[in-house]
Structures are given as structure tokens and as C-alpha cells.
């Protein structure tokens, strides 16, 4: 094991982090978080949309069917762009492994590619044709874009699995002596982890139609039985969902290795706790409950889970001998004054402008008028997005001069 800590030491970038590793990892826990919330509201849309469409000749099934669509498609768009960041830090931190895995199976990280944008063509085409009076047929456009999501999380869960894993390295390369260089295997499948992950796309869905329910209460056009009807079915999906997930959970917690000692960490067990009070909770909830608070409680609940996935993996790469905060570092303060001012700026003043204006917009029914604080707030992205774009490019030229001149 000492030598493949060294090995996997050697293998980090010589030009280290510009910061504190941890800082890197708690923004890649956060990330994360975000990134599988859409992940998990993806999966559970667009499975019960594909539900409701072969019951839509029951009352308000088909209009579900129609509105669950639109949520996938979205869904899809945002967790590919809420997945660039997990995925970044990642690489700083974890690039011996990361990188090594996807060598190790190369061929299924290049058909996460291709299968995800055959996934999210065949969607766009059930959710073209998913409208009243469909045709039956449209249906297989739609089981073919959830199989292959289902695909996509499992090659994602193998590339991490993999990386915890680097004892087996040599073996999956080499296996019998004979060098493998094909990429063409999935070298390490934790089934309840997967299993786990994927589960929570059911109350995923639920917690939103309760959202759903909630926020469109101010429109006319979606009448009370509707809402009543979308509320309803959420609760249920989510009291339930919550349960399934806790099999899959325990499960998982009792494959860690022995010598981990992970199987009785207490972060594993208040994941496990959360998931059943959620179940419990959401079970006994009635149309008084606020619909935004089983979101933000679900929500959560993933981020309990994005800690128990970092701490699970800084365990077993330590008893390789690797850690992060042995990571070479390289202070390089106006690199991530500059990341901080745009994370805090452009994605907190502009992001929150666009979520206000939307959010409010949505609740209205027919034509929109901002109100003097939303113009005012829409103003100030104006002024911090064109004082981002001239330092960012001021510091640039600066850069750019200085290197020309030495």
C-alpha cells in the first residue's frame, strides 16, 4: 500500500493548488450537492412522466405527463452545467485518480458522451410529441432516453468507484500480465451505492410536485383540483421514496470494508436517520404544510450525503497513503480573489436576478411587470457584470505585459 501512496503522490500536478485543499473539497461537497439534486429530479421526472403518459386517460395524468416532460428537459440541461464544478475540483484534488480511472475505462468515459446526447435527442423528441392526442408509439423515444440516463449514472458511479480502488489498478491494466489498454471494461460496480443514488429520483420528484403544487398557487390556470392532485401525489412519492431509499442506504453501509471502520461512522447513520424521519415527515404533512419545505429539507438530506461520499473516500485513499492535505501548495491570492468576486458577483447578484424574475414571472399569470426592487436588482447585474468583464480582462493584459517584459 506504501508504494501506491507513493505512486499516486508522484502522479499529482507538480504545480500543486493555488489554495487550501480543503477549501477545494468543501466547494466540491457543494457542488456536488447541486449537482445531484438535478441529477435525482431528472430521473424521477422523467420515470414518472413516462408513467403519467400511459395513464393519461385518467383525469390530469396526461397534463403531468406533459409538464414532468418539460421538467426532464430541463433538468438534463442543468445538471450537465451544475456538473462542471464537482467535476473540476475533482481534478484538483483527486487528478491521480480520477485520471487513472477514466484510463482504466476509457471507452465507456467517451460513451458517457455520445449516450447522453442520444439520451437527451430521443427526450426532446418525446417532449415535441407529448402533447394532447400523442400517439402511443412516442412512448419508446421515451424509454430509450431513461434507460440510457440509467446507463450515464452507472458509468459515473463506476468512474468514482474505480477511484477508491487503487490497489486493483495493476490488475484491471494488466490482468494475467497482458497489458490492456482498451479502456473497454467497467472495472468496479458497487451495486447498493448505485442503487441508492438512483432511488432518490423517486422522492426527488415527489418533494417537487408539492413545490409544484405550492407555487402555482396564484394562477387561475391551474385550478384547485389540479394542485390538490400534484400535492397529493407527492406526498406520497416522497414518503415513500425516502423509504425505498433507506433499503439501498443500509445496504451500502454494510458493504464498506471491515478494516475501513466505515461500516459505523456516525455520518452513514445520521444519512440513515434523515432518510427515515423524511419518510416518516413527508408521510404525515396535509395541504397546510408549506410546499417549499420538504424541498429544502430534501436538499438537505443530499448535501448529508455528499459529506458521507467525501468522507468515504478520503478514508479509503488514506489507508493508501494519499490525502489531500499533503497536496503541494501554491498560494495565488488574486487567482481566487478573482474566483470568489465572480462566484459572489456574477453567480450571486446576475444568477439571483434571473431566479427572482423568473420565479416571480412564473407566479403570474398573463404579462409580467417588475417591480421597482426587481429593476433595481437587475440594474446592479448590469453594472457587476461589466465591472467583472473589464477586470477580468484588465488583469489579463496585466498578466500578459508582465510575462512580455520579463
Known amino acids: 500500500m506504501a508504494d501506491i501512496g507513493t505512486i499516486m503522490n508522484a502522479m499529482r500536478d507538480p504545480a ?3 489554495g487550501s ?16 439534486a438535478f441529477v435525482n429530479l431528472t430521473l424521477g421526472a422523467s420515470g414518472l412522466a413516462i408513467f403519467a403518459f400511459h395513464n393519461r386517460g385518467k383525469p390530469h395524468w396526461a397534463r403531468l405527463s406533459i409538464t414532468l416532460t418539460q421538467v426532464a428537459k430541463v433538468g438534463v440541461s442543468l445538471l450537465i452545467v451544475l456538473g462542471v464544478a464537482p467535476l473540476l475540483f475533482t481534478q484538483v484534488i483527486y487528478d491521480p485518480q480520477w485520471y487513472a480511472s477514466n484510463v482504466l475505462s476509457g471507452r465507456w468515459a467517451i460513451a458517457f458522451i455520445l449516450t447522453l446526447v442520444v439520451a437527451y435527442c430521443c427526450w426532446f423528441a418525446f417532449y415535441y410529441a407529448n402533447r394532447e392526442g ?14 440510457l440516463f440509467c446507463l450515464d449514472g452507472l458509468i459515473m458511479h463506476a468512474l468514482s468507484y474505480q477511484e ?5 489498478w495493476m490488475h484491471w491494466y494488466a490482468p494475467g500480465g497482458v497489458v490492456d489498454t482498451s479502456g473497454a471494461s467497467l472495472h468496479a460496480i458497487q451495486w447498493p451505492r448505485y442503487i441508492f443514488i438512483m432511488s432518490l429520483g423517486l422522492p426527488a420528484v415527489g418533494v417537487f410536485l408539492m413545490a409544484y403544487a405550492h407555487y402555482f398557487e396564484p394562477r387561475e390556470d391551474h385550478e384547485p383540483s389540479y394542485r390538490e392532485f400534484a400535492r397529493a401525489l407527492g406526498r406520497r412519492l ?10 439501498p442506504m443500509l445496504a451500502w453501509q454494510f458493504v464498506q470494508p471491515a478494516a475501513s471502520g466505515l461500516a459505523w461512522h456516525p455520518v452513514g447513520w445520521a444519512l440513515a436517520a434523515a432518510l427515515l424521519a423524511m419518510g416518516i415527515w413527508t408521510a404525515r404533512l396535509d395541504a397546510t404544510t408549506h410546499g417549499y419545505r420538504p424541498a429544502a429539507a430534501s436538499f438537505a438530506v443530499l448535501g448529508l450525503l455528499a459529506v458521507w461520499r ?3 473516500r478520503a478514508v ?12 503541494p501548495v501554491h498560494p495565488d491570492w488574486p487567482t481566487t480573489l478573482l474566483f470568489f468576486a465572480t462566484l459572489v458577483g456574477v453567480g450571486g447578484l446576475v444568477g439571483g436576478f434571473y431566479l427572482v424574475l423568473l420565479y416571480r414571472s412564473g407566479r403570474t399569470q398573463g404579462h409580467y411587470t417588475a417591480d421597482k426592487n426587481v429593476s433595481l436588482l437587475g440594474s446592479a447585474a448590469i453594472v457587476v457584470l461589466g465591472i467583472w468583464t473589464a477586470v477580468f480582462f ?7 505585459v508582465r510575462n512580455s517584459i520579463i
Request: aromatic share 16%; charged share 10%; net charge positive.
Open 238 to 247: 416522497a414518503s415513500r421514496g425516502f423509504t425505498i431509499a433507506l433499503v
Open 310 to 312: 467525501e468522507i468515504i
Open 16 to 18: 500543486g493548488v493555488p
Open 21 to 36: 485543499p480543503v477549501l477545494f473539497q468543501a466547494l466540491m461537497v457543494i457542488t456536488w450537492s447541486l449537482h445531484i
Open 134 to 147: 400523442a400517439k402511443k408509439h412516442i412512448g419508446l423515444y421515451a424509454w430509450i432516453a431513461f434507460a
Open 394 to 400: 484588465i488583469y489579463g493584459i496585466a498578466v500578459w
Open 316 to 327: 479509503s485513499l488514506k489507508r493508501f497513503g494519499y490525502e489531500i492535505g499533503n497536496y
Open 164 to 168: 477508491l480502488l487503487p490497489g486493483q
